[in-house]
């Protein structure tokens, strides 16, 4: 079995490809010129999952281009922390990771609009409000969870690629679950774009044996962050810095890189070569 990867919008899917070919030989009695008849039985392709709907209940506008919106859950819709579910409107799908718990009432995301000609669903996601209605396939995807067998784990984002994290974080405290440590490191371009940057800190401040955070901007000296007084460079090139601090070993410590394809690229540039295990989700701009 192997696993391929189709990336697109504001998540990946995660496609697994199983490689295998069942041929039964069936004995029969000899016919004329035949010893043997050899068939292979016809596969039969499962019916696709019917759509289901839902409906807008909220939605709060961050940015220009970046907004958080909540959905009704479908009933029987089920996903597990850092999973995508598939979207649609007008027949046009693309898969967003779900930023809500799978404990949580109704299903959260947060959106980047990609605009046109590179952006086919965006542009209409972003004209829907409270009350719209779009389809959503009956069943979440997605390899990019939470792998408890590390001790360590580091999540490196960039923007909406922050979004399995809170996910995880949320169905992580909601359970009680112990053992493990967890390090963020949030990268935007500006501070308004860092979006869950309060409830992560509020998370690290309750609970400082689980979470440190470290968010950081790439354009510091730009007017839009006149305000900012935190880390600053783009986060694939502080992660070095806070390995070091942390003390953070190959041999216990999982990294996760989500967000930007560059970012990802360069942070299993960096510590593949070192013996770092790294998971990773890409989100394309164009979608």
Known sequence: TAFAYIQI???NIGVGLTFNRRITVRESQPTKGVSNQLTTPRRRTPPRPKLAETTILKRTDITEDLWLVWMEKPEGFTFKPGQYCTLGVNGIERAYSISSAPYEEDLELFVELVPPPDGNLTPL?????????LSIRPRAKGLFVFKS?????LFVSTVTGVVPYISILRQYLHDNTEGHEIYLLLGASYEDELTYDSEIQKIADEHPG?????????????????????????VN??????????????????????????MIEDVKDRFIPKSFSVEEER?????
């Open 283 to 287: 989100f394309w701009k164009d979608d």
């Open 149 to 153: 067998d590390f001790k360590r784990h």
């Open 9 to 11: 919008a504001d998540c």
């Open 210 to 234: 689980l979470l440190k955070f470290v968010p950081t901007v790439s354009r510091p000296t730009e007017e839009r962050n006149a305000s900012w007084t935190g880390e600053t460079g783009r």
């Open 237 to 262: 090139n502080v992660v070095e810095k806070y390995i070091d601090e942390w003390n953070l070993s190959a041999d216990d410590t999982l990294i996760y890189a989500c967000g930007h394809p560059g």
């Open 125 to 133: 996601l972003n004209e829907l409000n409270v009350g719209d209605k």
